[in-house]
């Protein structure tokens, strides 16, 4: 066997730094989607790696829902001081104070279909044609169909089944004024792939995804931690456990696990033994059998 | 998982009907894919269609309209990982635009199943999938004969579609194809070897793709290096730093090589190639690196550097086998923008040779009109000089797409002869 071969995580690795290559090449004015979890974490790494020496070229944009784990957040400010790059942040909280947005009502309000507004709203007032994401084709159902250039109108939308054939390793970005691309350059890669590459790289993660004591309540088949939005149902109880997130979202609606996984290797050789998918502990992809497709159809991550 | 694991990037074809989902649905549950939750979900949508047991088909049929009609009607990607290698599955449509689909699924492949039912063995469809396969230069076939149980898994059925296929793959360009009796419903020879069938000694088929020799599927012998991008770092460190980012398209580029930059034939030698982890010694493909020369030339994205003693050519009139993709057909002597490598020309289609009929493989030179899932001979003509090389000796630097300018839309791939 020839020695010329690259292992899998080379050859992904490869892959997202070609495609973060070309978006650098084919936009004006492309930004990162940072959500402080672990794929845009690995994503802003590729971006490192791509354009060494030189500075990751591109702002990190990151949608605030206000219903943030602190740790999130100054994982994110840390980051972008290290790396010396611009923070684009777009408030939902603003949204709704400006009436763009309603909160939604009852016991399982969250505002991450609120989100979207706030997205599509700093994305057209930066100017940004191309918004990089973390997105994995093995998360969802409805992602599994993504391109790695996937084309939004100028309302933000993705018309999955107008999509642009992609052939090869060529990537078509041209767009009309007022249209942008989401482009996701490790949408080959699988959560164990993440793991086991952040392991190999020895990439800074929020404590969140270890193992931690944190205060949570039994809901919808997970935990979901104890917070300043967190209301109680009758009969539910606030208790402390050993838990870690699998993946971060809003405070309100990301439910943890038990788990004793504190190092990374320990979390990969978790996560390899998993029966479960990382979403399905996420409350908003289990409101219907197409939340993502719908969601994703309006311009959502 | 071992370090040195392999990635392989399969695709699926076959016709409507011939359990394309269904291989695919049991690869990934056999071989212990599927999640819980994942499958708690495909339970309870069967049971609503009123299946009885699971219907393995749902995994991969995911858009809305797809699980309400019952079809696929885009390319799925499907991801599975075993302790031998990590593997890509391209799930391709059988009917609408199956053409424009399979193509778009096969561009990237090692290696192409197509699925015949045993029942009615090679049919028109399956002629067009290996013409495909062939034309998109997929390295490896496997032609997995489904349905076996109902043929009460019969050696005949077997060997009868064998040499249906093979008379006419002969005329086909092919390397390599293999064949293998399956049950996708069953569970025969798909990831466990088969009980009903002895007869049979080959390797079931996931077997097959663990172990089948992928790594000279890249050309690993002419070096091209198509430049993305230029890295000029603005910090004191690194001012003098001018890096040419790209992947290696192929071959093998090591540091002191006597380099030439096309198409402005500058010659150079390489001064050292860098990654983010240091300086390394050598680059292949595909491998994504920063180049450095010893020399400084005005380069930028769109050229190419390569080995002074073995260069592509550069062509502004190039013949192409055009696969057109878009729904409106296209426009005699219109004008488009060529995409190669991270070269963009603008480019005229000058001449159609012929079309040809993908059920019979004949060529006509009469209807030439170019509509969706047509495949023509072209001969295109570019504003500047292409770097090509044909693409059966280089997938990468033998592709080409068209964007049409009005709509932006990607309305054809090529490859050149
Ligand atoms: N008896 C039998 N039925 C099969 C087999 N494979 C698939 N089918 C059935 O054939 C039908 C079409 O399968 P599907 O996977 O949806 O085909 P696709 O259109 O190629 O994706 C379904 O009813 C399957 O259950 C097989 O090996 N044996
Ligand atoms: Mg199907």
Redesign the pocket.
């Known amino acids: 066997m020839s020695k010329y071969y690259l292992n899998y995580l080379d050859e992904l690795e490869s892959e997202a730094i070609f495609v973060l290559r070309e978006v650098w090449a084919q936009f004006q004015n492309p930004v990162i989607l940072f959500s402080g979890g672990k794929d845009s974490i690995v994503v802003t790494h590729l971006a490192r790696k791509a354009f060494y020496p030189s500075k990751i070229p591109f702002a990190l944009m990151h949608v605030d829902t206000g219903h943030n784990f602190p740790e999130t957040i100054k994982f994110r400010d840390d980051l972008i001081e290290e790396l010396g790059v611009r923070l684009i942040v777009g408030s939902v909280q603003e949204s709704i104070d400006q009436g763009r947005v309603a909160e939604e009502k009852g016991k399982n309000a969250t505002r991450n279909a609120l989100q979207i507004t706030t997205l599509l709203d700093a994305i057209e007032s930066n100017k940004v044609d191309c918004a990089i994401g973390g997105g994995r084709r093995d998360e969802e159902k409805a992602r599994a169909k993504e391109r790695f250039f996937s084309h939004r109108d100028d309302f933000g939308q993705w018309d999955p089944k107008n999509q642009r054939p992609e052939l090869w390793n060529l990537f078509n970005g041209k767009h009309f004024e007022g249209e942008h691309f989401r482009v996701f350059p490790i949408s080959n890669w699988t959560e164990m792939d993440v793991w086991n590459y952040i392991n190999r790289e020895n990439i800074e993660i929020p404590s969140l995804y270890f193992a931690h004591e944190r205060e949570v309540v039994w809901r919808s088949n997970s935990w979901i931690p104890n917070s300043e939005f967190l209301k109680l149902d009758e009969g539910e109880e606030v208790v402390t456990k050993k838990i870690r997130f699998r993946t971060l979202g809003d405070i309100t609606i990301t439910g943890g696990i038990e788990s004793d996984a504190d190092t990374v290797e320990k979390i990969a050789q978790e996560v390899s033994a998993m029966r479960q998918t990382e979403r399905g502990n996420r409350s908003d992809d289990k409101r219907s059998e197409t939340a993502m497709e719908d969601r994703k159809k309006q311009g959502y991550f | 998982m071992l370090d040195n694991n392999q990635l392989l990037r399969f695709t699926t074809a076959?016709s409507?009907?011939?359990?394309?989902?269904?291989?695919i649905g049991r690869l990934l549950y056999d071989s212990k894919s599927i999640f819980e939750d994942q499958l708690e979900a495909i339970e309870s949508t069967s049971k609503k269609k009123g299946h009885e047991g699971v219907?393995l088909?749902l995994f991969t049929d995911g858009l809305r309209d797809e699980r309400e009609q019952g079809i696929?009607i885009d390319v799925a990607y499907r991801y599975f990982t075993t302790p031998k290698r990590k593997f890509i599955i391209a799930d391709t449509p059988?009917h609408i635009q199956y053409t424009r689909n399979m193509v778009t699924g096969a561009s990237t492949a090692n290696a192409a199943i197509i699925?015949v039912d045993a029942r009615h063995g090679v049919i028109e469809q399956t002629k067009r999938h290996a013409f495909i396969a062939s034309l998109l230069q997929i390295p490896h076939v496997i032609v997995c004969i489904?349905?076996?149980?109902?043929v009460d898994f019969s050696e005949e059925a077997y060997n009868k579609v064998i040499g249906q296929f093979e008379e006419f793959s002969s005329k086909l360009l092919v390397k390599d194809v293999r064949f293998i009796p399956?049950?996708?419903?069953?569970g025969d020879n798909v990831v466990n070897r088969s009980e009903n069938m002895d007869w049979y000694q080959g390797a079931p088929l996931l077997h097959t793709l663990e172990t089948m020799h992928i790594s000279s599927d890249i050309n690993k012998v002419d070096a091209r290096f198509p430049v993305q991008t230029v890295l000029r770092p603005q910090s004191e460190e690194f001012r003098d730093y001018r890096g040419y980012a790209g992947r290696v398209a192929s071959g093998v580029l090591r540091k002191g090589d006597e380099v030439t930059v096309m198409p402005s034939g500058f010659v150079s030698k390489i001064k050292s190639i860098d990654s983010f982890s240091g300086e390394v010694e050598e680059a292949f493909a595909p491998m994504s690196v920063s180049i450095t020369l010893e020399d400084d030339i005005d380069i930028s994205r769109g050229d190419m550097i390569v080995r002074s003693n073995n260069k592509p050519e550069a062509q502004q009139d190039i013949e192409v086998m055009l696969c057109w993709l878009n729904n409106s057909p296209a426009k005699p002597r219109a004008k488009y923008t060529i995409k190669h490598t991270s070269n963009e020309q603008k480019a005229m289609i000058n001449e159609v040779l012929y079309k040809i009929d993908i059920n019979t493989l004949n060529r006509s030179t009469e209807d030439t009109e170019m509509s969706m899932n047509d495949i023509c001979k072209v001969r295109i003509r570019t504003t500047k000089p292409l770097m090509i090389d044909p693409y059966r000796e280089n997938r990468t630097t033998g592709s080409i797409i068209l964007v049409d300018d009005a709509t932006n839309e990607t309305v054809a791939a090529g490859m050149v002869v």
Do not use: P, R
């Open positions: 076959g409507v009907d011939d359990g394309k989902s269904t291989l219907d088909a696929t059988g699925l489904n349905k076996m149980d109902l399956i049950s996708a419903l069953l």
